[in-house]
């Protein structure tokens, strides 16, 4: 018995690895941009980012992200980020996000700049308008000193 078990483990392993569960989705590069409010403390501002990323498995993806996420007065603050993105197919075109890397938070105040390697993670949801256009709304978290929050619409273009 505790071979058949065995053997019938090894099997759906060995299908779930296979290459033909990857053949639906080919490994695509993506690029796109995101804007949105931006909460820096007890004031809010309209955060943009660039970013581009690779889909190399159909629920898991890397991004590279650059954005401004703060800018009045003399306080602005921008991010360079490097994340993992899952996703999770909740309907045909509809996938809900997860987001988790890490950011280089510049904050310049007056001057004064502080640089520092931080946590970031996000939730949100995407929508698949067409084969290669998807838009994307986010709340992300960037957890800095002052803790700065996202939320943002953002639209993809797949290469």
Known sequence: MTKKWMMAMVGAAAMALSTGAFAQMAPSFYAGVELGSSDFGSETDTAMKIF??????????????????????????????????????????????????????????????????????????????????????MFTRYNTDDAVDVISIAALWKF
């Open 52 to 137: 581009g990323g690779f889909q190399f498995h159909p629920n898991i993806a890397a991004e590279i992200g650059y954005g401004f996420l703060y800018d009045k007065g003399a306080t602005e603050v921008t991010a360079l980020e490097i994340v993992g993105v899952g996703m999770y197919p909740v309907a045909p075109q509809l996938s809900v996000l997860g987001k988790l890397g890490f950011a280089s938070v510049e904050v310049d105040v007056g001057g004064f700049s502080d640089d520092k390697t931080e946590l970031l993670f996000g939730i949100g949801a995407q929508y698949d308008v067409m084969r290669n256009l998807s838009a994307r709304l």
